[in-house]
Every structure is written in structure tokens, then in C-alpha cells.
């Protein structure tokens, strides 16, 4: 596992404050009792070194998807490569498998029975793309991604982001599979419109990653609502709610209901608070406290739904938490790749 030393850019809590003086007091302490001809300055970089260490390269994606995904982009981030080509490349493997309902080519389709995709990246130096309402193109994070480098927009939708991607070579593809248009007809019997929390109709692929450079990049790509009215935007494309990136601080996506995400700016706000010095699991529960909050000012119905949040911080460190209990995420690591039980508000 590498480790290396970092000087933090954000502002820690006075009460982190406090306990990593203490910490640095005492291991001061220790370092100059080991060797009293040690200099002050060599002292406090050694004991800066010991407690700020850096676990990197690490990727988290959401759902059980994520194992394969992390897979797929630790094939860049352990060669040393860049942490927006490593999430480009670990979302690109769910959009591509028809077996995935609620990503990609496979996604279910809108209540016209046709299939909309929605698509957003961000790197460490806050170059943003993304994509809504996609149509015929199977990766849609590619799009966006073209859009951020090749374009001085930030969003194309539509029939515009299909123009823009067949004039930038993507094929034009039918990502209605059999399958799910046996599910869209079946459905369109009793057209009942209730996405049921947990059951991936309503879910994404949110990726972050911290690479081997100490910069961090996401991605996050759906097929959005299964049966939603023809349009309808969640917040996986919109850059603060479903993604948002700070290389200073850390990086966070979301899952699950994008309407209630996009009332807090879910992912901006999980990395506001670790701006602010709290963890990665602190700073996702407490979003999801004010998602629930909100939901319950509305008399929204906080049993069917679900929201989900992944968090990554510059040291490494990761957290999740969900609404209701169901939510799960992908970790990877030099120590392995694991899928991790997400901790829930409601039990």
C-alpha cells in the first residue's frame, strides 16, 4: 500500500483541530526523546508524516455493478494512470452490458418506450461534461467527456447531445434490448408508476477514484427512472447534485430518487462537509439526514424511497449511507475489492 505525505487544503473542525495537536504534541514528544540531535523543523516532518498518510489509489462505486466496474478502472489507476480515465473506463463496462436495467445499453425505456440517457465526469481540475436525454448512444459518458474537452459547454441534451456525438464518430446503436421492451409492454398494461426503493429501475453508477498522482475524478451514468415521462432528467448528469469533485477535498455520487438529491445538491453538499472536517461516512449521513428532513416536511413517503451517497476524502478515506436499508458500494484497493453493506438512517 502506498503512502505518502499530505498537508490538507481544507478546514478542519476545531475539535479535529485539537486532537491532532494532541497527537502531534505527543508524537513530537517522541521523536525528540529518540533522538535528541534531531532539529525541531526534521521533527515536525516527521511527525506530519506520520499522521497524515494518503491511501491511494482507491475507487468506490455504487451497487454490486461496482465490483466488475472497479475492476475495470483499477486496470488504469494500477498502471499509474489518471483517475478521470480510470472512472471513464469503469462506468464504460456497465453502460455496455444488457444485463444492467438501469444503466446504458439494456436500460429500461421511458413511458414511449424509448431509451434516454443521462450522463455527467468531473476531474481535479473541475472540467465538467455531461450529457440528458441521450438517445442511440451507448456510452454516454464518453459523450460527456467530449463534451468537456472539445467544447466550451458544460451540458448538451437531447437531439443536440445526439448531433454533437455522430459528429464526434459515436455510432448510432438501438439500446432497447429485447428484454426490456417485453418488460416496457408489460408494464404498459396497467402503466403503474412506482419505482420500487432498491430495485434498480432507479439507480446509477456513480464512480469516484483517488489515483496514484494524489487527484481525484468521477463519473456517473443511468438510464434514469424506468417508465419515466419522456424527458424527465434526475440528478445523475447535473454536476453538484449526482457528482461533484473537489481535489482539495474529496469527491462524492449519489444514488437512488434524483429528485430528492437535487433539492439538497446531494453531492456538493456531502463534500461541503468535508470541507468543513468531517469524514467521508459523517459527511453522506448527514446529507441524508436533510433528505429526510425534507421528504418529511413534504409528507413524502420515506419507505419507498431510497438515496444513497458515496464519499471519498484527498487521504483516501471512504464512506456511504443510504436512507433505508438495501444500499450497497464497491471498494478497491491494493488490499483487494469488496462490496460493503451501506449503514441506513431507517433500519
Same mark, same amino acid.
Given at each position: 500500500?502506498?503512502?505518502?505525505?499530505?498537508?490538507?487544503?481544507?478546514?478542519?473542525?476545531?475539535?479535529?483541530?485539537?486532537?491532532?495537536?494532541?497527537?502531534?504534541?505527543?508524537?513530537?514528544?517522541?521523536?525528540?526523546?529518540?533522538?535528541?540531535?534531531?532539529?525541531?523543523?526534521?521533527?515536525?516532518?516527521?511527525?506530519?508524516? +506520520?499522521?497524515?498518510?494518503?491511501?491511494?489509489?482507491?475507487?468506490?462505486?455504487?451497487?454490486?455493478?461496482?465490483?466488475? !466496474?472497479?475492476?475495470?478502472?483499477?486496470?488504469?489507476?494500477?498502471?499509474?494512470?489518471?483517475?478521470?480515465?480510470?472512472?471513464?473506463?469503469?462506468?464504460?463496462?456497465?453502460?455496455?452490458?444488457?444485463?444492467?436495467?438501469?444503466?446504458?445499453?439494456?436500460?429500461?425505456?421511458?413511458?414511449?418506450?424509448?431509451?434516454?440517457?443521462?450522463?455527467?465526469?468531473?476531474?481535479?481540475?473541475?472540467?465538467?461534461?455531461?450529457?440528458?436525454?441521450?438517445?442511440?448512444?451507448?456510452?454516454? %459518458?464518453?459523450?460527456?467527456?467530449?463534451?468537456?474537452?472539445?467544447?466550451?459547454?458544460?451540458?448538451?441534451?437531447?437531439?443536440?447531445?445526439?448531433?454533437?456525438?455522430?459528429?464526434?464518430?459515436?455510432?448510432?446503436?438501438?439500446?432497447?434490448?429485447?428484454?426490456?421492451? +417485453?418488460?416496457?409492454?408489460?408494464?404498459?398494461?396497467?402503466?403503474?408508476?412506482?419505482?420500487?426503493?432498491?430495485?434498480?429501475?432507479?439507480?446509477?453508477?456513480?464512480?469516484?477514484?483517488?489515483?496514484?498522482?494524489?487527484?481525484?475524478?468521477?463519473?456517473?451514468?443511468?438510464?434514469?427512472? !424506468?417508465?419515466?415521462?419522456?424527458?424527465?432528467?434526475?440528478?445523475?448528469?447535473?454536476?453538484? +447534485?449526482?457528482?461533484? %469533485?473537489?481535489?482539495?477535498?474529496?469527491?462524492?455520487? !449519489?444514488?437512488?430518487?434524483?429528485?430528492?438529491?437535487?433539492?439538497?445538491?446531494?453531492?456538493?453538499? %456531502?463534500?461541503?462537509?468535508?470541507?468543513?472536517?468531517?469524514?467521508?461516512?459523517?459527511?453522506?449521513?448527514?446529507?441524508?439526514?436533510?433528505?429526510?428532513?425534507?421528504?418529511?416536511?413534504?409528507?413524502?413517503?420515506?419507505?419507498?424511497?431510497?438515496?444513497?451517497?458515496?464519499?471519498?476524502?484527498?487521504?483516501?478515506?471512504?464512506?456511504?449511507?443510504?436512507?433505508?436499508?438495501?444500499?450497497?458500494? +464497491?471498494?478497491?484497493?491494493?488490499?483487494?475489492?469488496?462490496?460493503?453493506?451501506a449503514e441506513s438512517l431507517r433500519r
Amino acid at each position: 500500500m502506498e503512502h505518502e505525505l499530505l498537508y490538507p487544503f481544507f478546514k478542519r473542525s476545531e475539535m479535529t483541530k485539537r486532537r491532532n495537536f494532541i497527537k502531534s504534541g505527543l508524537a513530537l514528544g517522541v521523536v525528540v526523546a529518540a533522538n535528541p540531535l534531531t532539529s525541531c523543523a526534521e521533527s515536525i516532518e516527521k511527525v506530519e508524516e +506520520a499522521t497524515f498518510l494518503v491511501r491511494k489509489p482507491v475507487v468506490l462505486s455504487t451497487w454490486r455493478f461496482g465490483i466488475e !466496474a472497479n475492476e475495470e478502472a483499477w486496470k488504469v489507476l494500477g498502471q499509474a494512470g489518471a483517475a478521470i480515465d480510470a472512472v471513464e473506463q469503469g462506468v464504460k463496462l456497465v453502460e455496455a452490458d444488457p444485463n444492467e436495467r438501469s444503466v446504458g445499453y439494456g436500460g429500461r425505456p421511458d413511458r414511449d418506450g424509448r431509451v434516454t440517457l443521462d450522463a455527467c465526469i468531473m476531474d481535479h481540475n473541475a472540467n465538467i461534461g455531461s450529457v440528458a436525454s441521450l438517445e442511440h448512444i451507448k456510452h454516454p %459518458v464518453s459523450v460527456a467527456r467530449a463534451i468537456m474537452e472539445k467544447t466550451p459547454h458544460v451540458m448538451i441534451v437531447g437531439d443536440g447531445a445526439l448531433q454533437f456525438a455522430l459528429e464526434q464518430g459515436f455510432p448510432k446503436e438501438n439500446l432497447l434490448t429485447p428484454e426490456s421492451e +417485453a418488460e416496457w409492454k408489460e408494464w404498459l398494461v396497467n402503466s403503474e408508476y412506482k419505482p420500487i426503493a432498491n430495485i434498480e429501475n432507479h439507480d446509477t453508477i456513480g464512480m469516484i477514484a483517488l489515483d496514484e498522482h494524489g487527484n481525484l475524478s468521477g463519473a456517473c451514468t443511468t438510464s434514469g427512472m !424506468a417508465y419515466k415521462m419522456h424527458g424527465r432528467v434526475g440528478d445523475s448528469p447535473i454536476i453538484g +447534485a449526482g457528482l461533484y %469533485v473537489d481535489n482539495e477535498v474529496g469527491a462524492a455520487t !449519489a444514488t437512488g430518487h434524483g429528485e430528492e438529491v437535487i433539492r439538497v445538491v446531494g453531492a456538493h453538499l %456531502v463534500v461541503h462537509l468535508m470541507r468543513q472536517g468531517k469524514s467521508p461516512q459523517a459527511a453522506c449521513k448527514e446529507a441524508v439526514e436533510l433528505i429526510k428532513h425534507k421528504l418529511e416536511l413534504r409528507n413524502g413517503n420515506l419507505e419507498e424511497t431510497q438515496i444513497g451517497f458515496i464519499a471519498l476524502n484527498k487521504n483516501g478515506e471512504h464512506g456511504a449511507y443510504a436512507l433505508n436499508t438495501g444500499f450497497n458500494y +464497491a471498494v478497491k484497493d491494493m488490499d483487494g475489492n469488496m462490496l460493503v453493506d451501506a449503514e441506513s438512517l431507517r433500519r
